[in-house]
Nanobody, 124 residues
Framework: VQLQASGGGLVQAGGSLRLSCAASGLMFRSYTNGWFRQVPGKEREFVAAIRSSGGNTYYSDSVRGRFTISRDGAKNTVDLQMNSLKPEDTAVYYC??????????????????WGQGTLVTVSS
């Protein structure tokens, strides 16, 4: 199993970026898919998730209304559209997949497979 995240880069505050995560060796639609982010010296934090059944989406309070997670079953990818970016969104973003249940999908431990991370830098 391999997850490959891409799409990071440098953007000005207020701008947009779209991250994408491609999987090989598993079908994303059979798993809960999540995005997490980490700033050096801090713990990895939950950003967004989409469940396997029903496709319900969940967001952290800090990104709700600005970020959108989506899944393309045909391409076997999970994307994170990030709008109205702020400097505090600067982090390494990781995609993940796991068979989590609703009560645990915001926790790292609920995810079994992780991508390598892609750096997002938002300048002020």
């Amino acid at each position: 199993v391999q997850l490959q995240a891409s799409g990071g880069g440098l953007v000005q505050a207020g701008g947009s970026l779209r991250l994408s995560c491609a999987a090989s060796g598993l079908m994303f639609r059979s798993y809960t898919n999540g995005w997490f982010r980490q700033v050096p010296g801090k713990e990895r934090e939950f950003v967004a998730a989409i469940r396997s059944s029903g496709g319900n989406t969940y967001y952290s309070d800090s990104v709700r209304g600005r970020f959108t997670i989506s899944r393309d079953g045909a391409k076997n990818t999970v994307d994170l559209q990030m709008n109205s970016l702020k400097p505090e969104d600067t982090a390494v973003y990781y995609c993940a997949a796991g068979r989590s249940i609703l009560s645990t999908l915001r926790q790292e431990s609920a995810y079994h497979y992780w991508g390598q991370g892609t750096l997002v830098t938002v300048s002020s």
